[in-house]
């Protein structure tokens, strides 16, 4: 039976796999939806956080947020991505994980959610962590632990 105990992956932790704030396309609470759009179109991401002036995390912003948004009943409101602010749309109940997290805390999060942001006990934004990141540890884990026992017994 495969077991998850006492091993190198339960000692990984969310700051061994998470992009670190610097590298992370983020937007501020108070832009227009304007910028929050172009940022999301030119990097090509969904979503990305939203951080107040201080860095500290508020929320998430997306493309489908935005474009309900500016949804009227007969046409496209574009209008509105000028007058609108992103803390007027984002999303802000968004579960969030600490650098020190473990990976099945890690694991568990990111069932519902493309990627999770990291934030100290400040609430300072310090990355993210992605579903992807997850996905390519527990891979690596299954090929070095579970599938290269299975080829060794058969
Ligand atoms: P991925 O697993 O790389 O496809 O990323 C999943 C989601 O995480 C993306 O659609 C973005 O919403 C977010 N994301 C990943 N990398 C970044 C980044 N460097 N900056 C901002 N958001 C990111």
């Not at 077991?3 to 590298?23: G, Y």
């Not at 990291?118 to 090929?143: C, M, P, S």
């Amino acid at each position: 039976m495969l077991s998850i105990q006492s091993t190198e992956i339960q000692q990984t932790k969310v700051k061994d796999l998470m992009i670190h704030a610097e590298k992370v396309a983020n937007v501020q609470s108070q832009n227009p939806l304007e910028h929050a759009l172009l940022v999301l179109v030119k990097t090509g991401y969904s979503a990305v956080p939203v951080l107040d002036s201080d860095f500290h995390f508020e929320g998430v912003i997306s493309k489908t947020m935005i474009i309900e948004s500016i949804l009227g009943i007969e046409r496209i409101e574009v209008e509105k991505l000028s007058n609108l602010r992103v803390k007027s749309v984002m999303e802000k109940e968004f579960p969030t994980l600490n650098k020190e997290d473990g990976f099945m805390q890690g694991l568990k999060v990111v069932v519902d959610h493309p990627f999770v942001c990291v934030v100290d006990e400040d609430g300072y934004f310090d990355g993210i962590l992605t579903r992807r990141a997850i996905l390519k540890r527990l891979n690596q884990y299954l090929h070095e632990n579970f599938y290269q026992n299975e080829q060794s017994q058969g």
